[in-house]
């Protein structure tokens, strides 16, 4: 993965959220959210420490995230408006995960192999391996929930692969409304 190195004055700040997912931690820079780490901070910040930013404050930026999330979780935000840092995402990968992020709403659902013909995915043979590609690309996504590769299924439908656990990302789902809210 190429990174772009940090301005002179770049900094980042961490924000902790307790969701009904559980904690989720999120960095954020001046140019927008650079990493959420579904296991809270820790793997959010080491994210961030691939740049080398220098932790600051950065007040706004931190209550707006907590605004965003808390309005998502609420069940009020269908889309979030926070801006990305995209420098943790480069070639193929933020490719689709820029495609995901524009196309797939909340509520809805797309297979790897759908995402794949999305992003037009001609460079791997075959829908398999194309789907196994933006599979690879969405295990390795900084910004999950926000670029929401928990809408992302297995061609029958089934859920498959989650850096969260499979657990989280039906609960996402439910919240969505994209599958029953079970017992189960």
């Not at 420490?49 to 808390?70: D, H, K, Y």
């Not at 069940?75 to 995901?100: C, H, M, N, Q, T």
């Not at 794949?116 to 043979?125: P, S, Y």
């Not at 670029?147 to 439910?174: I, N, Q, T």
Request: hydrophobic share 40%; net charge negative; glycine share 12%.
């Amino acid at each position: 993965m190429t990174v772009e190195p940090p301005a002179e004055d770049e900094t980042r700040a961490t924000v902790e959220l307790s969701t009904p997912i559980g904690p989720l931690g999120v960095v954020v820079t001046r140019r927008g959210v650079l990493a959420v780490g579904l296991d809270g901070l820790p793997g959010a910040e080491s994210a961030a420490e691939a740049l080398e930013l220098r932790p600051g404050a950065l007040p706004a930026a931190v209550e707006r995230v907590r605004a965003e999330f808390g309005a998502y979780f609420d069940g009020r935000l269908r889309r979030f408006s926070l801006p990305i840092d995209w420098r943790l995402s480069s070639g193929y990968a933020r490719e689709v995960r820029e495609k995901l992020y524009a196309t797939v709403g909340y509520g809805e659902t797309i297979s790897y192999g759908g995402l794949a013909r999305r992003v037009n995915d001609t460079e791997v043979e075959g829908e398999f391996g194309a789907a196994r590609a933006v599979g690879r690309a969405m295990a390795t996504n900084p910004v999950p929930v926000i670029v929401p590769c928990h809408r992302v299924l297995a061609a029958d439908g089934s859920l498959h692969g989650f850096g969260g656990g499979l657990e989280m990302k039906r609960r996402l789902l439910a919240l969505e409304g994209a599958v029953p809210d079970t017992l189960f």
